[in-house]
């Protein structure tokens, strides 16, 4: 796999921001409002489609010299996977808030005319025994086409993403994905300017199905650590994987993590007034940094943790389920160092997309 530069990723242009429609208003008198930017031709527009267990995001990017810029983007919260560890289906309520918000992502790409798409469902439709069947809802109401991607594929897909941050000196990364209903981990050698995952799992663990399980609004010491001893096994087995083509003490370089609970671990290291992607997007941290946010965050209550601006009242009750995971990764590869993406499945669709049609990087 080799390594490329998508230092521009996720740059969204503000200008265009008033080409965008206005909700609510007719198909001709928003045409006539809200023109849509003339466009080259040799520019076309890609778009990728992240549903996930907690989140449903969109971005829609053209090619540039440096990789491509994003144009437009959606993300919301719609917790598809609720209860859907235990039940095994997904809900109605779910459902329903995942169409809404399916239906502004294809209202986008019809709109911005995105010639090339990819649109991929993970974990919660994976599990549900009538995900599929949501997806043939969604083609039929929304009318868009959703594919359910394999643990692999989804991993693949994240190292793509975020690999561009990988240290250039770096010859062995860990890099990890901690998600709504599962966890990717991947090793990386680097040898010549390439990358090469060595080894990966995908364990059935994230922040929603570890909260349900636990409980995720009043968290003692003592249910964090039961949060950390229940994902415990599922990592020391991928432990004992590394081993096969390393050390038994080896440590990665340095970790790379591409989730929603490093990036808000991040933010309130920084103490940002509000979650700010280009003061966290490629972050360093110390481990020990990461550690110290952990044990603020533990002492909180649900209020205060809801009150925090780079959490938030949605994203509350989880938060602690991410950082018992982030906490048994960080204990299994105590690496110095720790590389913070917000970056991940997307930018990895869009970047396989481009280079497939031999776009990606190309000279404008």
């Known amino acids: 796999m080799n390594s490329v530069d998508t230092s521009r990723v996720g740059r969204v242009r503000q200008h265009r921001r008033k080409n965008r429609p206005v909700k609510g208003r007719s198909q001709r008198a928003r045409k006539n409002a809200w023109p849509r930017p003339a466009r080259p031709k040799d520019k076309p527009l890609y778009g990728a489609l992240d549903l996930g267990t907690n989140n449903c995001r969109l971005l ?26 235990s039940n095994k289906k997904l809900s109605k309520d779910a459902m329903k808030r995942t169409i809404s918000a399916l239906r502004v992502c294809a209202n986008k790409l019809k709109w911005w ?86 080894a990966w799992t995908s364990i059935p663990a994230g922040v929603v199905t570890v909260a349900e399980k636990f409980g995720g ?66 972050c360093w941290l110390e481990g020990k940094d990461m550690g110290q946010v952990t044990q603020e965050l533990l002492s909180m209550s649900f209020e205060e943790r809801a009150a925090s601006p780079c959490i938030g009242r949605q994203r509350a009750d989880l938060v602690m389920a991410g950082c018992a995971i982030f906490e048994e990764i960080r204990a299994t590869w105590p690496a110095e160092r720790i590389r913070v993406a917000d970056r991940g499945l997307r930018e990895g669709i869009l970047t396989s997309l481009m280079n497939e049609d031999g776009h990606y990087g190309r000279q404008t």
């Open 217 to 282: 609004k009043h968290v003692d010491a003592d249910v964090f650590e039961a949060m950390r001893q229940s994902v415990r096994p599922l990592i020391q087995a991928f432990r004992r994987e590394t081993r096969k083509f390393c050390d038994d003490d080896a440590v990665p370089c340095h970790l790379l993590g591409t989730s929603g609970t490093v990036t808000t671990i991040c933010g309130i290291h920084l103490q940002l007034p509000r979650y700010d992607r280009s003061r966290v997007d490629g």
């Open 113 to 198: 005319q995105v010639e090339r798409t990819r649109l991929i469902a993970t974990e919660a439709c994976r599990i549900s025994e009538n995900g599929a069947r949501f997806l043939d809802v969604v083609k039929e109401e929304v009318g868009i086409e959703l594919e359910i991607i394999n643990r692999e594929t989804e991993a693949r897909l994240a190292v793509v993403g975020a690999s561009p941050l990988m240290c250039e000196n770096a010859n062995k990364v860990l890099v990890f994905d901690i998600g709504g209903g599962s966890t990717e981990l991947m090793w990386l050698n680097r040898h010549g300017g390439t990358d090469k995952i060595e």
């Open 60 to 85: 829609i990017a053209e090619p540039t010299r440096e990789g491509f810029e994003v144009v437009d983007a959606f993300s919301r919260i719609v917790r598809l996977g609720e209860g859907a560890g």
